[in-house]
């Protein structure tokens, strides 16, 4: 249902990712590892169609239709949604008033009983770390997508809001059939909804991808990112 | 003119010229000026002359309602220049709504409205102001507030659809233990608008805030200046933003703080710039379009996307 084919992005005129494949099926749960600056956040970017992230070469395919130059919104109005790693504040506007303003489906608010107080904050204003992620997820349960980008949503998180989050992903989002594309350091996030594809990232090209994610995992775990490359050639992470 | 006689508060209504409707409560005097300044003898030291058209308002009580006035012009080129008169009485809470607009949008019109607000000893008054003006219209709206000891005022005054050249004007004195808090905010669209806020922290343990939003379309110019004046011991405080809409934006804000007592506090804060891409493109992946984006950050800003 989504398929990113040899995509070659730059931004700010120098090469950030090049010839980066993948493929996600209806309902799958695919993450993608990698340091810092390997690229994950620019695929995001670029698979939502923010500006500054320029494609040079390749095709992003969406339920069978070309979507590599459709406009941001576009893309959100097809049902992609992405969770921001670091969200900016929108001043003066109220978490509620978005989530009236976006909404495809009311917000279950059994999960977030705790949370009422963030809905009549702005959003992202003097948010903390986890608010910021709990706002996130709001906005992506209310926008009904068929896939969800989460880039590094366990990033700033402690154990127990961890968990409440992927709770929620879990029973609102994969059991409905949303594929997930999950971008993270950590392996607890990889534990709890258990990928179907793990993809590692590094230097802007996708040097492996896996059915098999606890091999990969161990294989970072113990060697560090660089080794995929090789492991890749030793087909230690291959299908 | 004629009285509504089942209306729950107290009223004024001006069309052009014309009186339309003008209504009294129990505990408030609502008369035009001209009759106040001819029937009630104090009234004269506050009118610098005498005035032509406008309304005086005497709250003697505190009411439930909130008073509403109304200027409107709807024909051609009609002039209006109302002189206004507000008192409001010791320890009495009042709230007036004021509107002052065209009933089309191209009428060539122009309004010179001069307003006096006296807040007497403790009293409370929450004022809410709407301009709403044609494109090739005139518009000057100048208001002195006195307050007196322990007087308070919330002032939130607002033009979304300006004229072609605005003027606005306030001038505040507050006495003892008095606040007066403004809240403005104004969209200019090819077009100018000005604006002088003065404070003046007379009295001792007095406060005062100017909060401008300002935002500046296209082929549009705003320059406003904001003075606060401590004589007295107290607390001011300015605080304009102002967002540039289009490359023929222009907005020039001018604070001024002038300390004449060394236990007073007097700050500022200002920001003038444009929308973040950072803001729109993360409302885009929302689903909704650059035009829907920018609305819902301007309504932000304007404190109107809060409800």
């Known amino acids: 249902m989504f398929k990113i084919k040899n995509l070659s992005v730059k931004v700010n005129g120098k090469d950030v990712l090049k010839n980066v494949s993948l493929e996600i099926e209806e309902g799958e749960v695919h993450a993608l590892l990698g340091p810092n600056a390997s690229g994950k956040s620019t695929l995001t970017y670029s698979i939502m169609g923010f500006p500054e992230y320029e494609i040079v070469h390749g095709k992003i395919l969406f339920e069978g239709k070309d979507i590599t130059q459709l406009p941001i919104e576009e893309r959100a109005k097809l049902g992609i949604a992405l969770a921001f790693q670091n969200p900016p504040a929108v001043k003066g506007v109220k978490l509620s008033h978005l989530l009236k303003r976006i909404s495809k489906q009311p917000l279950d608010m059994n999960y977030f009983s705790a949370d009422n107080n963030l809905l009549e904050r702005e959003i992202n204003v003097g948010f903390s770390g986890g608010e910021k992620k709990l706002s996130e997820i709001m906005q992506i349960l209310s926008l009904k997508p068929k896939l969800a980008i989460f880039d590094e949503i366990d990033a700033g998180l402690d154990i127990i809001n961890l968990e409440k989050l992927m709770w929620i992903i879990q029973d609102k989002l994969t059991r409905s059939g949303v594929s997930l594309l999950l971008i993270t350091h950590r392996g607890n996030i990889l534990q709890f909804l258990e990928p179907d594809v793990a993809h590692v990232i590094l230097h802007g090209e996708i040097v492996c991808s896996s059915r098999n994610w606890r091999k990969t995992w161990r294989t970072i775990l113990r060697f560090g990112y660089e080794k995929c490359r090789e492991c890749k050639e030793r087909e230690l992470c291959s299908n | ?307």
Request: glycine content about 6%; aromatic content about 8%.
């Open chain 2, 1 to 307: 003119m004629k009285n509504v006689e089942n209306a729950k508060s107290a009223s004024y209504v001006q069309i052009n010229h014309e009186i339309r409707s003008i209504f009294a409560k129990e505990g408030v005097i609502l008369l035009s000026s001209p009759e106040a300044y001819e029937t009630l003898e104090w009234t004269r030291k506050y009118f610098s002359q005498k005035p032509i058209e406008g309304y005086f308002i005497w709250v003697k009580k505190t009411v439930e309602h909130p008073i509403s006035t109304c200027f409107t012009i709807s024909s051609q080129e009609v002039y209006q220049n109302p002189t206004n008169l507000v008192v409001v009485d010791k320890g009495v809470v009042a709230e007036i709504y004021s509107i002052c607009n065209a009933a089309k949008p191209i009428l060539n019109a122009e309004h010179k409205g001069y307003s006096k607000v006296i807040l007497k000893e403790n009293s409370m008054l929450k004022m809410k102001h709407f301009h709403n003006w044609g494109k090739n219209d005139h518009v000057l709206s100048s208001i002195e507030f006195i307050l007196e000891k322990g007087a308070k005022l919330s002032s939130f005054y607002k033009c979304l659809n300006p004229p072609k050249k605005f003027e606005v004007e306030s001038k505040t004195t507050l006495d003892d233990e008095s606040s007066a808090d403004f809240e403005t905010a104004v969209l200019a669209k090819n077009g100018e608008i000005e604006m002088y806020d003065s404070l003046f922290l007379n009295g001792e343990n007095s406060s005062g805030m100017i909060k401008l939003r300002m935002i500046s379309d296209e082929n549009s110019k705003i320059s406003s200046h904001s003075k606060i004046v401590a004589k007295g011991y107290g607390k001011g405080h300015i605080d304009c933003m102002g967002l540039l809409l289009s490359e023929s934006s222009f907005i020039s804000s001018i604070p001024e703080l002038v300390n004449a007592n060394k236990n007073a506090v007097l700050t500022h804060e200002a920001a003038i710039g444009k929308i973040s891409e950072e803001e729109l493109n993360y409302l885009r992946s929302r689903g909704l379009s650059k035009d829907e984006a920018v609305n819902l950050i301007v309504t932000g800003f304007l404190g109107e996307a809060s409800a």
